[in-house]
């Protein structure tokens, strides 16, 4: 009895100890991060600064808010966003309702179309060329029509429906519901949790893309905010492509910034609201687990 009691106390500190090692990996870079944005760039050059600022300051925070091109970065991958991810979600669930019913003609064959292109396409060049010929080159549909349809997320959310009772959609037959009736009234509901999930990996997916607006736009207008931040970086680093930015980071004796400092500040601005955004939808999750519970 004892032995087994110190086996459980040392297995709960065995992981204990796993997820703080996990935690500190995971965290101190972002912190760090952080630190060095909120830290003057006359101290940065200093070395030794890790877990806390040695001299304040908000000046590298300032010439990046007063980047224009920052700002419309910053707006064009908000919109994206919010457009992109509860259209994505609606089509993934539309499409894997159908392919979760049995009695679907086909259904096998359908199945197995979609996961084939999930391991073979065309490649970057034929891509670009179906988007010029669909005319969404440069256009802010570029962002949102190419990423409506995610075959692995519709798989989840397939296998999360057909998990559900099929007694429930009988049920609502003979009540002389419809299909859309099921779909939207008992189905999506009952799926509230998977949908929770898949919306909000599509969120990061669209906060966190860049190439699409590198390779396939061309003005500065349609330029997200990791795109700009791409550019911020690569400029800084090889020292080419003289822009406004660069030169803000350049008059660091005038205004107290340097290179460094932007980059880590712009990196924080790119970052910051996925990750402050995030605790706000652990309530969606905890609701839809209880929306999607079935009692017998």
Do not use: C
């Not at 920052?70 to 979600?89: D, E, F, H, Q």
């Not at 570029?142 to 692995?152: D, E, K, R």
């Not at 609502?172 to 299909?179: L, M, Q, S």
């Amino acid at each position: 009895m004892v032995s087994s009691r110190f086996g459980d106390y040392f297995f709960k500190f065995f992981v204990y100890l796993i997820l703080t090692i996990v935690l500190l990996v995971t965290f101190l870079p972002f912190w760090n991060i952080l630190v060095l944005s909120l830290n003057s760039a006359e101290d940065t050059v200093r070395g030794g600064v890790y877990l806390w600022p040695r001299a304040w300051t908000l000046d590298s925070y300032n010439q990046i808010l007063k980047d224009s091109e920052i700002m419309n970065g910053l707006w064009v991958t908000v919109k994206r966003t919010v457009i992109g991810a509860p259209l994505s979600v609606l089509v993934i669930t539309m499409l894997a309702y159908p392919l979760s019913r049995r009695n679907l003609v086909g259904r096998k064959g359908w199945n197995l179309y979609f996961v084939f292109t999930m391991y073979f396409a065309g490649g970057l060049i034929p891509y670009y060329m179906v988007l010029k010929a669909l005319n969404m080159i440069d256009t802010f549909s570029v962002f949102i029509l190419p990423s409506l349809m995610n075959v692995f997320y519709m798989i989840i959310v397939r296998t999360f429906m057909e998990g559900l009772p099929y007694e429930i959609e009988e049920s609502a037959k003979v009540d002389g519901a419809n299909d859309l009736t099921i779909f939207f009234r008992i189905v999506l509901p009952l799926t509230t949790p998977v949908l929770a999930t898949v919306g909000l990996f599509q969120a990061i997916g669209h906060w966190n893309s860049w190439f699409d607006s590198y390779a396939f736009t061309y003005s500065s207008d349609l330029k997200t905010l990791q795109a700009v931040l791409v550019k911020i970086l690569s400029q800084f680093q090889t020292g080419s492509m003289v822009s406004q930015t660069q030169m803000l980071a350049n008059s660091a004796k005038r205004n107290a910034v340097s290179s460094d400092t932007i980059r880590m500040a712009a990196t924080m601005v790119a970052t910051l609201p996925i990750v402050l955004v995030y605790p706000f939808l652990q309530k969606y999750f905890v609701k839809g687990m209880t929306l999607g519970a079935v009692k017998s």
